[in-house]
Antibody, heavy 117, light 107 residues
């Protein structure tokens, strides 16, 4: 069974950093693009970005709203995708989902990030 | 950025009704669009991909159509478990963008 489990969320002050993890199982992680999405409380879904597999260069794409502050990386040996979040803003408060593929069928359950002083 | 205009934003319907939700793209996206269902406290669930292909395991009462700039999701006969929020997502051009969502409620 394909599973994605996010972790690392929590309460953080504006300007600080946080790293989210997405631990995958049930598929060959290294073969797939991994994506991140987010959903602010009571709001709609927003694409954050993704990282391609090594076979496609391991390159990344990001939404303009997070470019330069959020960085996606991957550890294929441990089947983990990361979202490094720097210079956090209050508007980054959201439930963060990782997902398998660019246009995903499989999502994790999400991890909540709250940016507040 | 490609804007996805989804309508209606909310919809009240009864079990057994036929329901249609529309997404319009601000520029052509071929058939690079899908539909998601989200229930409260849950992750989104993909229903339709490539505009009209039914995701495995999704009931056949769900169908998608369209290409270019206009797309529809149709539920042929609403069931109690279908009351949820629905989103379209275009993955033709970065940044990928969602419609604002349609909340489907019980009449």
């Amino acid at each position: 069974e394909v599973q994605l489990v996010e972790s690392g969320g929590g309460l953080v002050q504006p300007g600080r950093s946080l790293r989210l993890s997405c631990t995958a199982s049930g598929f060959t992680f290294g073969d797939d693009t991994m994506s991140w999405f987010r959903q602010a409380p009571g709001k709609g879904l927003e694409w954050v970005g993704f990282i391609r597999s090594k076979a496609y260069g391991g390159t990344t794409e990001y939404a303009a709203s997070v470019q330069g502050r959020l960085t996606i990386s991957r550890d294929d040996s441990n089947s983990i995708a990361y979202l490094q979040m720097n210079s956090l803003k209050t508007e980054d408060t959201a439930l963060y989902y990782c997902a398998r593929d660019r246009f995903p069928a499989t999502w994790g359950q999400g991890t909540l990030v709250t940016v507040s002083s | 950025d490609i804007q996805m205009t989804q309508s209606p934003s909310s919809l009240s319907a009864s079990v057994g009704d036929r329901v249609t939700i529309t997404c319009r793209a601000s520029q052509g996206i071929r058939n690079d669009l899908g539909w998601y269902q989200q229930k409260p406290g849950k992750a989104p669930k993909r229903l339709i991909y490539a505009a009209s292909s039914l995701q495995s395991g999704v009931p056949s009462r769900f169908s998608g159509s369209g290409s270019g700039t206009e797309f529809t999701l149709t539920i042929s006969s609403l069931q109690p478990e279908d009351f949820a929020t629905y989103y379209c997502l275009q993955h033709n051009t970065y940044p990928y963008t969602f419609g604002q969502g349609t909340k489907l409620e019980i009449k």
